[in-house]
């Protein structure tokens, strides 16, 4: 079983930047992809972006493409998420969640980190 942390989440002005974070433990860590994914009250939980384990290759939402950078530490077993040009509409519970391989769906959800962008 894999368990994921999500971290860095917080308050910002529009225009501000955030990093969040989502570490893996448990058994041995090995996935196809990683990924995250947000939840805004009131609204069903939308994709992000994402990125392969191993090669890092990434892929966003049209919503955040520009302004966020997903990015891993294979070492360290954690993958980032750093929010530039943070705008309200950005403010949503953010979740990672793992893919194990390229034609299963993502899981392990973490338990979310809250992002709060103000006006």
Same mark, same amino acid.
Request: hydrophobic fraction near 30%; proline fraction near 3%; charged fraction near 20%.
């Given at each position: 079983?894999?368990?994921?942390? *999500?971290?860095?989440?917080?308050?910002?002005?529009?225009?501000?930047?955030?990093?969040?974070?989502?570490?893996?433990?448990?058994?041995?860590?090995?996935?196809? @992809?990683?990924?995250?994914? %947000?939840?805004? &009250?009131? !609204?069903? +939980? *939308?994709?992000?972006?994402?990125?392969?384990?191993?090669?890092?290759?990434?892929?966003?939402?049209?919503?955040? !493409?520009? %302004?966020?950078?997903?990015? +891993?530490?294979? @070492? *360290?077993?954690?993958?980032?998420?750093?929010?530039?040009?943070? !705008? &309200? *509409?950005?403010?949503?519970?953010?979740?990672?969640?793992?893919? &194990?391989? &390229?034609?299963?769906?993502?899981?392990?959800?973490?338990?979310?980190?809250?992002?709060?962008?103000?006006?």
């Amino acid at each position: 079983q894999v368990q994921l942390v *999500e971290s860095g989440g917080g308050l910002v002005q529009a225009g501000g930047s955030l990093r969040l974070s989502c570490t893996a433990s448990g058994r041995t860590f090995s996935s196809y @992809a990683m990924g995250w994914f %947000r939840q805004a &009250p009131g !609204k069903e +939980r *939308e994709f992000v972006a994402r990125i392969t384990w191993s090669g890092g290759n990434t892929y966003y939402a049209d919503s955040v !493409k520009g %302004r966020f950078t997903i990015s +891993r530490d294979y @070492a *360290e077993n954690t993958m980032y998420l750093q929010m530039n040009s943070l !705008k &309200p *509409e950005d403010t949503a519970v953010y979740y990672c969640a793992i893919r &194990p391989t &390229p034609w299963s769906e993502f899981g392990s959800w973490g338990r979310g980190t809250q992002v709060t962008v103000s006006s």
